[in-house]
């Protein structure tokens, strides 16, 4: 059962428009989300991380936002780059002090030149 | 700084064999992660350690030992390599903060 969901393998995205990376989980007590952003034949980088006490945390050209409602959060990239073309995973904490970390499959990014 | 690295970058073992995987940072971070990534896949946790000298078992633990024996390095080992064992592992480090922050550059290993 796949606690945390990335259900967009890719997507294409003009450079500078905005790109939406999506992630939906099932477990409502997941309280600390992060997103990743991982290039071929690198580890990942982390991005940004958001806190379930918060809805929005804003980190330069990224944004991610979180509504727990309907347990999904998004990661916004505005302006879209060539450079940000990578695949990005989110990742949600199973339980607060665990270090044990669920990952999405991630969702691949295109930005088009 | 190195950040964190890896050692091999590659590894091609036979069914039965044992190896190996060294991890090492030089942030002085306490918290060190060990992480497998196979296509179609999230990142899982094989194991962690949150300080010298203490490891505890990730999401897929099966079939894999780690020691912690100096804070800068994290050992992980295959000690009878089987096929389902071919990955992408990635070792990550942190300071006491919550998710891992800094990753190495993976060992891509196959066993035969």
């Known amino acids: 059962d796949q606690q945390v969901k990335q259900n967009s393998p890719s997507l294409s995205v003009q450079e500078g428009r905005i790109s939406i990376l999506n992630c939906d989980y099932t477990?409502?007590?997941?309280?600390?989300f992060l997103w990743y952003k991982k290039y071929p034949a690198e580890g990942p980088t982390f991005l940004i991380s958001i806190s379930s006490i918060k809805d929005k945390n804003e980190d330069g050209r990224f944004t991610v936002f979180l509504n727990k409602s309907a347990k999904h959060l998004s990661l916004h990239i505005v302006p879209s780059q060539p450079g940000d073309s990578a695949v990005y995973f989110c990742?949600?904490?199973?339980?607060?002090?665990?270090?044990?970390?669920?990952f999405g499959t991630g969702t691949r990014l295109k930005v088009l030149a | 700084n190195a950040g964190v690295t890896q050692t091999p970058k590659f590894r091609v073992l036979k069914t039965g064999q044992s190896m190996t995987l060294l991890c090492a940072q030089d942030?002085?971070?306490?918290?060190m992660y060990w992480y497998r990534q196979d296509p179609g896949m999230g990142l899982r946790l094989i194991h962690y350690s949150v300080g010298e000298g203490t490891t505890a078992k990730g999401e897929v633990p099966d079939g894999y030992n780690v020691s912690r024996l100096k804070k800068q390095n994290f050992l992980l080992g295959l000690e009878s390599a089987a096929p389902s064992q071919t990955s992408v592992y990635f070792c990550?480090?942190?300071?006491?903060?919550?998710?891992?922050?800094?990753f190495g550059p993976g060992t891509r290993l196959t066993v035969l």
């Open positions: 990742a949600a904490e199973t339980t607060s002090g665990t270090y044990k970390y669920i």
């Open positions: 477990n409502s007590m997941f309280d600390y």
């Open positions: 942030m002085n971070h306490e918290y």
């Open positions: 990550a480090s942190t300071l006491p903060s919550r998710g891992p922050r800094f």
